[in-house]
C-alpha cells in the first residue's frame, strides 16, 4: 500500500492550506493583542505542517529543513524575543479603534481571497503541479489579508503581526514554487524575519517609553509639509 | 579574495565597535575599516577592468562591472558619511549612546555593501531586507517622539514591501526552474536562460519585486517615508539613506528589469516610462511648496529614482548607460547635499528654509558649499548631473519617446527653478534672526571638501578608468 500513501499526505495539503487562511481570517477578527499573536503561532505551524507533508510524499529533505526552519523562527524565536523586548501589559491591551469594524473587515478578508483566487488562475492553470494550484492562491491570500489587517490595525503589535502574516503567505506560496531553494538561502530569509521581529520589538519599546502609547494613531506631528 | 574581506570588513567593524574596551574608539574603527573597503574597491574595479568579472566565491559571490559600480560608491559615501559624523555627532543628545550608532552604522554598511556583491537573487533579497531594518533604528536615533514617529512610518511602509517582493522572487525561481536548467540561479544564467523563461510568469515576478522594493526606493505615490525619514534622522544617516540607500534596490530592480527586457515579448519598459515621470512629477511640485530644507533634499532623490527609472525604461544601450551614469552622479552628489545640510544645521541650529537668511555673511564655509551642492543636484552645467541628464534626454529622442521627453525636460526645469528659489533665499540678503554662526567641526569640513572633489572634477573631465567601468556597468543592463 506504498502507493496509496502519497496521495493521503499531498492530499492532506489542501486541509492545510484551508487552516492556513482560517487563521489569517481569525487575526483579522481579533481584538485582543495576545489573541493575534496566537493566532500567528497557529498559522506558522500549520506552514510547516504544509511543508512538511509535501516534504513527506515527495521525500524532499529540502522541505522538512524549511519546515524546521518555519518552527525554529516563528514558532519559537519570534514570539520569545517580543516577549523579552516588549513589557507585559502590551499583550493585554484591547483594540477599540479599528478604521472598519470586525463583519466588514472579515467580508472583506473574504473578498480579498477570493480576489486572490482570480489573480492567479491564468497562472495556476498552466501548471501540472496540485500543490501549485493549492498554495499559490492561498498564499497570495495570506499576503493581501495581512496587508490590510497592518493598514487597518492601529496598535503596534497587530500591525508587526501584519507583516509577518504577510511574510507566511509568500513562504507558503514559495513551499511550492521554490521547494528547491538552497537552504542557505531559507536560512538567512529566516534569520531576517526573526530580525524584523527584534528591531521592531526594540522599537515598539522605545516608541512605548518616550510617548507614552504605541497607537499609531497618536503619532500625527509629521505631516507633509507642517505649517510653520 | 579580495572581494571578501572588502564585503566582511563592515561587520568586524560593527563586532568591534561593539566590544565593551574599544567603545570609546568606535569613530576610528569605522572610518578605518570602511575607508580600507573602499580602496580595496578601488583594486577590485581594476580587476573587473581587466577580466570583466571577479568571483570571490563561485556562485555566492561574483562582481560585474554594475556590481563593481555599486561597491565603489557604497564603500565611498558610507567612508565620507562616517567622518562627517566623527564631528556631527558629537552634539547629539544621546552622546553615550554613541558607540552603539557606530556599530548599527557599520552593519548598515555591511548590508549595503553586500547586496551587490550577490550572484543569487534569492539572497540580494535578503541583503536589501537587512539594509531597511538596520536603518530603521539609525532613523529613530535622537529618540525623540518625532524621531521615533518617523522611524515607525518608514518601517511600517518599507517592511510591508519585503514579502511582496519575496513572493516576487519565489516566482523569479519557479519562472527559471520552469526551463530545466540544471545550473544554480544567479543574475549570470538567469541572463542567459531568460529568452526560454515563461513572459507571464517573468512579468509577474517583476512586478512583485517591483512594487517591493519600490516602496525602498521611494517612487511615489510611496516615497512618504522618505522626507519623514530625513528630516529626522541624523545628518550622516541622511547622506548615507539618500545618496546609496535607495541606489542599492533600484539596483536589484534594474538588474531583473535587464532580464526582462531580454525576454522579447514582456514589453514593459512604457511602464517604467510612466511611473517614472509620475515620481519625478511628484517630487517637481512638492519642491516648490517644501519648507524644510532637509526634506527638500529629500524629494530631490524621489526626483532623481524616477529620472533613473525613466531613463532605464526607455531600453537602449545609450540610455542604459546615462542611467547609470546619473546614479553615479546622484550618488556623489546627494551625499554631498547632506554634508551640507548638516553644517548649515550644525551653524545656525535650524532646518527651517525660511528662518536661514544671508548664509553667505554668516558662514562662507557653509554659503560656498550649499551654492556648489544645490546648482550640482539641480542638474546646472557643468555639473556631471546636467551631463547625465542631457544623455537621458537625447537618448529618449533616439529612441522615439518623444513625449515622454518633453515632460521629462519640462519636470526637471520646474525641479531646477524650486530648489534654486529656495536656495537662494537661504544664500543671500540680511541675517535675520542670527548674528552669528557656530564653527563648523574639522571633520566635517574635511568630508564637504573630499565630497565636492568627485562633483566638480567629473563635470569637466571624466577618467578613462570611471568611462571604461561605467561602459561596462551599462552592458550588464543591456539594452538594445
Redo the contacts between chains.
Keep these: 500500500m506504498h502507493g496509496a500513501q502519497i496521495p493521503l499526505a499531498e492530499g492532506l495539503n489542501p486541509l492545510t492550506a484551508g487552516f492556513v487562511l482560517l487563521s489569517a481570517f481569525g487575526m483579522v477578527a481579533t481584538r485582543q493583542v495576545q489573541g493575534v499573536m496566537r493566532f500567528f503561532i497557529l498559522q506558522s505551524s500549520f506552514l510547516a505542517l504544509s511543508a512538511f507533508l509535501i516534504g513527506f510524499s515527495r521525500s524532499s529533505i529540502h522541505l522538512w529543513a524549511l519546515g524546521a526552519i518555519t518552527i525554529a523562527a516563528k514558532v519559537i524565536a519570534i514570539p520569545w524575543v517580543l516577549k523579552r523586548t516588549l513589557p507585559g501589559d502590551l499583550y493585554e491591551r484591547r483594540e477599540i479603534d479599528q478604521a472598519l469594524n470586525i463583519p466588514s473587515s472579515l467580508l472583506l478578508a473574504l473578498l480579498l481571497a477570493i480576489a486572490a483566487e482570480f489573480l492567479v488562475a491564468?497562472?495556476v492553470a498552466a501548471s501540472a503541479d496540485a500543490v501549485?494550484r493549492v498554495n499559490l492562491p492561498i498564499?497570495?491570500a495570506g499576503?493581501l489579508i495581512?496587508?490590510y489587517s497592518?493598514i487597518a490595525r492601529r496598535e503596534?503589535l497587530p500591525?508587526l503581526v501584519g507583516?509577518l502574516a504577510?511574510?507566511n503567505?509568500?513562504?507558503f506560496?514559495?513551499i511550492a514554487?521554490?521547494p528547491?531553494?538552497?537552504l542557505?538561502?531559507e536560512l538567512?530569509?529566516a534569520i531576517?524575519v526573526v530580525?524584523?521581529a527584534v528591531?521592531?520589538g526594540?522599537?515598539t519599546r522605545?516608541?512605548n517609553r518616550?510617548?507614552g502609547t504605541t497607537e499609531?494613531a497618536a503619532?500625527t506631528?509629521?505631516k507633509?509639509?507642517?505649517q510653520? | 579574495m579580495i572581494l571578501i574581506i572588502a564585503i566582511f570588513l563592515p561587520l568586524i567593524a560593527a563586532v568591534l565597535c561593539w566590544l565593551k574596551p574599544l567603545r570609546s574608539i568606535a569613530w576610528g574603527t569605522t572610518v578605518f575599516c570602511l575607508s580600507t573597503s573602499f580602496a580595496l574597491a578601488v583594486v577590485i574595479s581594476g580587476q573587473v577592468l581587466v577580466k570583466g568579472r571577479v568571483i570571490g566565491l563561485a556562485r555566492w559571490f561574483e562582481v560585474d562591472g554594475l556590481g563593481v559600480l555599486m561597491i565603489l560608491l557604497v564603500s565611498f559615501v558610507c567612508t565620507l558619511a562616517a567622518v562627517f559624523a566623527g564631528g556631527y555627532m558629537r552634539h547629539s543628545s544621546q552622546r553615550e549612546r554613541l558607540w552603539w550608532f557606530y556599530c548599527n552604522y557599520n552593519l548598515l554598511a555591511f548590508a549595503l555593501i553586500i547586496v551587490p556583491a550577490f550572484a543569487d537573487p534569492n539572497l540580494v533579497w535578503v541583503g536589501v531586507e537587512l539594509i531597511t531594518l538596520f536603518a530603521i533604528l539609525l532613523v529613530g536615533f535622537e529618540s525623540t517622539p518625532i524621531a521615533l514617529e518617523a522611524a515607525w512610518k518608514y518601517a511600517i511602509l518599507t517592511l510591508m514591501g519585503a514579502p511582496i517582493s519575496l513572493l516576487g522572487f519565489f516566482v523569479l525561481y519557479w519562472a527559471y526552474r520552469g526551463t530545466g536548467s540544471g545550473t544554480a540561479e544567479t543574475w549570470q544564467s538567469l541572463q542567459a536562460m531568460a529568452p526560454a523563461m515563461s513572459p507571464n510568469l517573468l512579468k509577474l515576478s517583476f512586478l512583485l519585486v517591483f512594487v517591493g522594493f519600490g516602496t525602498k526606493i521611494g517612487f511615489a505615490p510611496t516615497h512618504t517615508w522618505l522626507p519623514d525619514a530625513h528630516s529626522q534622522a541624523p545628518t550622516p544617516i541622511c547622506a548615507v539613506l539618500s545618496g546609496i540607500k535607495t541606489s542599492v534596490p533600484l539596483y536589484a530592480v534594474l538588474r531583473l528589469l535587464s532580464i526582462i527586457l531580454a525576454s522579447p515579448e514582456a514589453r514593459i519598459g512604457r511602464w517604467m516610462v510612466i511611473i517614472g515621470l509620475f515620481s519625478v512629477g511628484i517630487a517637481a511640485f512638492l519642491l516648490l511648496q517644501v519648507r524644510d530644507y532637509k526634506r527638500m533634499f529629500a524629494y530631490s532623490t524621489v526626483e532623481h529614482m524616477g529620472i533613473i527609472l525613466t531613463a532605464a525604461g526607455f531600453a537602449t544601450q545609450a540610455s542604459a548607460s546615462a542611467a547609470v551614469a546619473q546614479m553615479l552622479n546622484h550618488s556623489i552628489t546627494k551625499s554631498l547635499c547632506f554634508y551640507t545640510a548638516g553644517i548649515v544645521l550644525l551653524a545656525l541650529g535650524t532646518r527651517q528654509i525660511k528662518d536661514v537668511r544671508g548664509l553667505f555673511r554668516l558662514s562662507p564655509f557653509a554659503g560656498a558649499a550649499l551654492l556648489l551642492c544645490a546648482l550640482a543636484i539641480a542638474g546646472a552645467p557643468p555639473f556631471p548631473i546636467f551631463l547625465s541628464e542631457f544623455s537621458i534626454l537625447s537618448a529618449g529622442i533616439r529612441s522615439g519617446h518623444n513625449t515622454a521627453v518633453a515632460i521629462l525636460a519640462i519636470l526637471i526645469v520646474v525641479a531646477f527653478v524650486a530648489i534654486m528659489r529656495q536656495v537662494n533665499g537661504m544664500l543671500f540678503g540680511e541675517p535675520e534672526l542670527h548674528t552669528t554662526a557656530e564653527a563648523v567641526p574639522l571633520s566635517c569640513r574635511t568630508a564637504v571638501l573630499v565630497a565636492a572633489v568627485p562633483v566638480v572634477v567629473l563635470g569637466v573631465f571624466i577618467p578613462a578608468p570611471i568611462h571604461s567601468l561605467l561602459q561596462l556597468a551599462a552592458q550588464q543592463l543591456g539594452g538594445r
Excluded: N, R, Y
Design positions: 491564468p497562472l501549485v498564499g497570495l499576503i495581512g496587508a497592518l503596534a500591525q507583516i504577510m511574510e503567505g509568500a513562504f506560496a514559495g514554487l521554490a528547491d531553494l538552497p542557505i538561502s538567512a530569509v531576517d530580525l524584523i528591531v521592531i526594540v522599537l522605545d516608541i518616550t510617548i499609531a503619532m506631528e509629521l507633509e509639509e507642517p510653520p
